[in-house]
């Protein structure tokens, strides 16, 4: 196994960068799931297991330009022997984009043509049970699994955390047919949207005619999205529901939003998306019912509701990076390689105002037979006087915030863009920075050996030959200069 090492004139991105692979590679063990049983799988974190959207996102985050093998294996372990996705329904469809994402890196024509199978059976399935009269997808918010991600009405779910059972406690109010959450999200739908048009993509790649309903289905849900969810401040709200709307900020959302092209004017948005002393938060702002103090000191927030999580930093930065924005990109870039520094790894989530880990508050039983997180919270439930209030703790070494944090040394430092046949290399070093030394970059059949330098100027060449960009037929090793 070769792997990749980043040498800077920044002691703080080579450490944190270093620090991320060790979770990394910390986080890897045989799998027990899906189509890659037995074989290594990147599990969600220390004390968590897979997870279909950490898989995805992790691959997402540039896993198959290190580690592709281990990237394959660990989408597979999310599908099951009838080629469909499993773990939790409703942002799934995440895997779609990984599944692209690690193809793009690879050049695996077999495993293009398997996703393209499980993409297109999973989208076949939630249009049958989740898809609304308004065009858009019921279910959760992506990532935000547990209730203190959202408002009131989803705090009573028989004793349980997760937004899932909230439809078996209110089956009175709970929607026809499919699972039963009658909320549409925004993050989701954005995924959905991608996973429409990735579908075409797909299809060109393995030499197939597009089928025009996967086209159609986009157009018809970015109409759907841009007038259901987008506000006059050009900002999206969070999600609708038969009772309302909640017009609070979604981190992720947003950060969706811009890459998936749903915003006229990128630099004005990103001005207006509020952030926090130590980054974008998941949720903002938090709501009432958690209002108060963890100590003298510090602010309550719910868990899925105030928080600053690594994940929707890294996907913000990389929808910043990609507007053009780098200012705002490496804000976020800088909080997270501060926090991994200090710590040592990279934390579940942090408390936005002073950047320490932090699990936040949410509503549950402990016990309780929908208690689905207790197994890997155990002892460390902390009761708070006056309700079925828990302060949860951050959980240490998550794989998504070490692979997104190597996401923006890849995709905005080196500059490195897969497409289907070519990789193209345009950095982007923050302010300090003028050198960066990237080795064991795995592309297609070839491993590469990539050094930037600031210069005032953009060239790129292979092994001292002039190009525009690698091409995709190279095979071994290969050392590339790019300067900007």
Request: proline share 6%; glycine share 10%; hydrophobic share 40%.
């Given at each position: 196994?070769?792997?990749?090492?980043?040498?800077?004139?920044?002691?703080?991105?080579?450490?944190?960068?270093?620090?991320?692979?060790?979770?990394?590679?910390?986080?890897?063990?045989?799998?027990?799931?899906?189509?890659?049983?037995?074989?290594?799988?990147?599990?969600?974190?220390?004390?968590?297991?897979?997870?279909?959207?950490?898989?995805?996102?992790?691959?997402?985050?540039?896993?198959?330009?290190?580690?592709?093998?281990?990237?394959?294996?660990?989408?597979?372990?999310?599908?099951?022997?009838?080629?469909?996705?499993?773990?939790?329904?409703?942002?799934?469809?995440?895997?779609?984009?990984?599944?692209w994402q690690y193809f793009l890196w690879t050049g695996?024509?077999?495993?293009?043509?398997?996703?393209?199978?499980?993409?297109?059976?999973?989208?076949?399935?939630?249009?049958?049970?989740?898809?609304?009269?308004?065009?858009?997808?019921?279910?959760?918010?992506?990532?935000?699994?547990?209730?203190?991600?959202?408002?009131?009405?989803?705090?009573?779910?028989?004793?349980?955390?997760?937004?899932?059972?909230?439809?078996?406690?209110?089956?009175?109010?709970?929607?026809?047919?499919?699972?039963?959450l009658p909320m549409r999200a925004l993050s989701t739908?954005?995924?959905?949207?991608?996973?429409?048009?990735?579908?075409?993509?797909?299809?060109?790649?393995?030499?197939?005619?597009?089928?025009?309903?996967?086209?159609?289905?986009?157009?018809?849900?970015?109409?759907?999205?841009?007038?259901?969810?987008?506000?006059?401040?050009?900002?999206?709200?969070?999600?609708?529901?038969?009772?309302?709307?909640?017009?609070?900020?979604?981190?992720?959302?947003?950060?969706?939003?811009?890459?998936?092209?749903?915003?006229?004017?990128?630099?004005?948005?990103?001005?207006?998306?509020?952030?926090?002393?130590?980054?974008?938060?998941?949720?903002?702002?938090?709501?009432?019912?958690?209002?108060?103090?963890?100590?003298t000191r510090r602010a309550r927030f719910g868990r899925?509701?105030?928080?600053?999580?690594?994940?929707?930093?890294?996907?913000?930065?990389?929808?910043?990076?990609?507007?053009?924005?780098?200012?705002?990109?490496?804000?976020?870039?800088?909080?997270?390689?501060?926090?991994?520094?200090?710590?040592?790894?990279?934390?579940?989530?942090?408390?936005?105002?002073?950047?320490?880990?932090?699990?936040?508050?949410?509503?549950?039983?402990?016990?309780?037979?929908?208690?689905?997180?207790?197994?890997?919270?155990?002892?460390?439930?902390?009761?708070?006087?006056?309700?079925?209030?828990?302060?949860?703790?951050?959980?240490?070494?998550?794989?998504?915030?070490?692979?997104?944090?190597?996401?923006?040394?890849?995709?905005?430092?080196?500059?490195?863009?897969?497409?289907?046949?070519?990789?193209?290399?345009?950095?982007?070093?923050?302010?300090?920075?003028?050198?960066?030394?990237?080795?064991?970059?795995?592309?297609?059949?070839?491993?590469?050996?990539?050094?930037?330098?600031?210069?005032?100027?953009?060239?790129?060449?292979?092994?001292?030959?002039?190009?525009?960009?690698?091409?995709?037929?190279?095979?071994?090793?290969?050392?590339?200069?790019?300067?900007?």
């Amino acid at each position: 196994m070769t792997l990749p090492f980043l040498s800077t004139d920044s002691k703080l991105t080579d450490h944190a960068f270093r620090i991320a692979l060790g979770d990394v590679l910390g986080n890897i063990v045989p799998s027990s799931t899906g189509m890659a049983a037995g074989g290594p799988s990147l599990m969600a974190g220390l004390t968590y297991e897979a997870w279909t959207r950490d898989a995805a996102i992790n691959v997402w985050n540039g896993l198959p330009a290190l580690l592709p093998t281990i990237a394959r294996d660990t989408l597979l372990g999310e599908v099951n022997a009838e080629k469909e996705l499993r773990g939790q329904y409703w942002d799934a469809v995440v895997w779609v984009t990984g599944a692209w994402q690690y193809f793009l890196w690879t050049g695996d024509r077999g495993f293009l043509s398997l996703s393209r199978e499980v993409s297109c059976n999973w989208l076949a399935r939630m249009e049958r049970e989740e898809l609304g009269e308004d065009g858009l997808f019921r279910g959760a918010a992506c990532f935000q699994d547990g209730i203190s991600g959202y408002g009131d009405r989803y705090a009573h779910c028989g004793g349980s955390s997760c937004i899932s059972d909230w439809a078996a406690a209110n089956p009175n109010e709970r929607a026809e047919p499919g699972v039963g959450l009658p909320m549409r999200a925004l993050s989701t739908n954005c995924l959905y949207l991608n996973a429409y048009d990735l579908i075409g993509k797909m299809d060109a790649a393995l030499g197939a005619k597009p089928e025009t309903r996967y086209s159609d289905f986009s157009t018809r849900l970015r109409a759907a999205i841009l007038k259901t969810f987008r506000m006059e401040s050009e900002l999206f709200r969070y999600y609708v529901d038969p009772w309302g709307t909640d017009d609070r900020q979604e981190g992720m959302g947003h950060a969706y939003a811009l890459m998936f092209g749903l915003v006229d004017d990128p630099a004005s948005f990103i001005k207006s998306v509020k952030s926090t002393p130590h980054g974008i938060s998941c949720l903002w702002p938090g709501y009432d019912r958690y209002d108060g103090e963890v100590d003298t000191r510090r602010a309550r927030f719910g868990r899925h509701a105030g928080l600053v999580w690594p994940q929707v930093q890294a996907l913000w930065a990389d929808a910043c990076a990609g507007a053009g924005c780098h200012e705002a990109a490496f804000a976020e870039m800088d909080h997270l390689a501060k926090k991994a520094l200090r710590d040592g790894n990279f934390f579940e989530c942090y408390h936005p105002n002073d950047g320490l880990p932090e699990g936040g508050v949410q509503e549950i039983e402990p016990g309780a037979p929908a208690d689905w997180h207790a197994w890997c919270l155990m002892e460390q439930h902390e009761p708070l006087p006056g309700g079925p209030l828990l302060r949860w703790v951050s959980q240490p070494r998550t794989t998504w915030g070490a692979t997104g944090y190597m996401r923006l040394v890849l995709s905005i430092c080196a500059g490195l863009r897969p497409q289907v046949d070519r990789l193209e290399i345009n950095p982007h070093l923050p302010p300090g920075m003028n050198r960066l030394h990237l080795t064991g970059v795995r592309w297609r059949a070839s491993t590469l050996d990539l050094m930037v330098t600031r210069s005032g100027f953009r060239t790129l060449s292979l092994d001292g030959r002039e190009i525009p960009h690698v091409p995709a037929n190279i095979s071994g090793k290969h050392h590339l200069e790019a300067t900007f």
